[in-house]
């Protein structure tokens, strides 16, 4: 049984502000637990599930303190979890150190103020898929651990890089890299399908890419419009244009 202190800190993970604090985040679900696990790349701080999960994974979690794991009911896992539909177990963990791999021979996403959680959940998990290690955020995008992100994310968390910074003295200080952003105006996609690396600037879901970045980027690049639609969704544009240059 969850006692009221453990209660509360599990509650207030829902802000950032808590979660930086503490250095810490909410991962939930079966599938996103199970990854971040196995992974061992964010240690877990305490993992509360129904006795029928807890069972099923004995041998995962016997190396884990008796002390920070808790067999809760499912009115139990209601009150902590963050998701409409709890689903069998939550754990915090610790958050790792994100330093970006090296940024040449690869792509990078760079993020202009990425602001939904999904989106940038989905990016991540696409970023993955195609094997981009990093993603540079503008300090305005939504934040990583946010346990939108992080579920619809599903595990990719753990294998990509994230860095929050100001975009513009980044893009100065490596002027070295090629930026190719996603714009309406810009070149048909499908004349870079042959470039080995550089990074790709994906702006605001509303607003697109600041005008600043525009002058700094290398080449503005375009997904071909055949219908009536008047942008696409940043996660599906990312995913569309990664497909062509990876």
């Not at 829902?14 to 964010?42: M, W, Y």
């Not at 499912?74 to 979890?81: A, G, V």
């Not at 970045?213 to 639609?229: D, H, V, W, Y």
Request: charge should be neutral.
């Amino acid at each position: 049984m969850l006692s009221k202190t453990i209660v509360k800190y599990i509650q207030s993970l829902a802000h950032k502000k808590a979660r930086d604090e503490h250095g810490v985040f909410i991962a939930e679900g079966p599938k996103v637990v199970s990854d971040f696990l196995h992974t061992n790349i964010f240690s877990p701080k305490l993992i509360c599930g129904l006795e029928s999960w807890m069972v099923e994974n004995l041998i995962l979690l016997k190396n884990f303190s008796e002390e920070n794991k808790y067999v809760i009911n499912e009115s139990e896992l209601e009150r902590i979890s963050q998701l409409q539909t709890p689903n069998k177990v939550l754990a915090v963990f610790h958050k790792k150190e994100n330093k970006l791999a090296d940024l040449k021979n690869n792509f990078s996403l760079m993020l202009d103020d990425i602001q939904d959680p999904g989106n940038l959940g989905t990016i991540i998990r696409t970023a993955d898929w195609f094997g981009v290690k990093n993603i540079i955020c503008s300090n305005k995008c939504a934040d990583c651990y946010n346990s939108k992100v992080v579920q619809a994310s599903m595990g990719s968390l753990a294998r990509v890089n994230i860095i929050y910074t100001e975009l513009e003295e980044f893009i100065n200080k490596n002027k070295d890299m090629d930026i190719y952003a996603a714009t309406l105006a810009g070149k048909n996609i499908s004349i870079f399908n042959k470039l080995k690396e550089g990074i790709i600037l994906i702006g605001n879901e509303s607003k697109g890419v600041k005008e600043n970045l525009l002058g700094l980027a290398t080449q503005q690049i375009t997904i071909p419009k055949q219908g009536e639609a008047e942008s696409l969704n940043a996660a599906v544009a990312c995913g569309i244009i990664l497909s062509h240059v990876k």
